[in-house]
């Protein structure tokens, strides 16, 4: 009920992991693009990093900046294993019941001094996710000229091509983004609509 009262909100998110697994997550997203494929919606060339990131349950909030472990444990135990990638990630051996203003200072801490290195390395992966597109959208659209005899085509034409492939592509991603996020209401819809008439029985 509150995800559908709230499905217009775009200020604020908060997200709550509830019965949730980084790698059920993961497999989820894929079946949502194999889906967007049989559908029609997508091509199987369309299928990128920047897609799967759309269809992860946190796709409307930013990845974290820092994470905190508490209880001296030194894993992640399945959790936001994709969203982490380049996150600090700080384990501390104090139990969350006794966690203090302190321990957070401490942690803020460690992120300050680890900011620039991260920083850098998030540039760096977005800057090779937008080339590995690019060269991905390249081998697609020569693979299309090569297969339509048009491997003599000249380099304005190829670029037009391109060109012409991307905004294909991008429409292609806005629609099928915009039908997952519709089923997935009308599943949270139906949920609500079940849960009603056995409270009502």
């Known amino acids: 009920q509150s995800v559908l009262e709230t499905k217009h909100y775009n200020q604020c998110f908060l997200n709550v992991c ?33 897609l799967l990131d759309s269809c992860l349950y946190t796709s409307k909030s930013p990845n974290p900046d820092l994470l905190i472990r508490t209880s001296g444990e030194m894993r992640l135990s399945d959790f936001l294993l994709w969203q982490t990638s380049h996150s600090c990630l700080v384990f501390q051996s104090v139990l969350w019941p006794e966690y203090s203003f302190w321990n957070l200072c401490e942690a803020v801490l460690q992120f300050q001094l680890s900011y620039t290195a991260l920083q850098k390395a998030r540039d760096l992966h977005a800057e090779e996710r937008i080339q590995q597109q690019l060269e991905a959208d390249r081998a697609y659209v020569l693979k299309l000229l090569q297969q339509n005899a048009d491997r003599k085509a000249d380099l304005q034409y190829k670029q037009e091509c391109l060109k012409k492939y991307c905004e294909e592509r991008e429409e292609r991603v806005c629609r099928f983004i915009q039908a997952m996020e519709q089923k997935r209401e009308r599943f949270f819809q139906d949920l609500y609509t079940q849960t009603e008439v056995q409270v009502k029985s």
Request: avoid cysteine; charged fraction near 25%; glycine fraction near 6%.
């Open 18 to 50: 509830f019965a949730y697994t980084s790698r059920h997550e993961i497999s989820n997203a894929v079946k949502e693009m194999a889906w967007g494929v049989e559908q029609g919606l997508l091509k199987p060339s369309d299928v990128s990093e920047y």
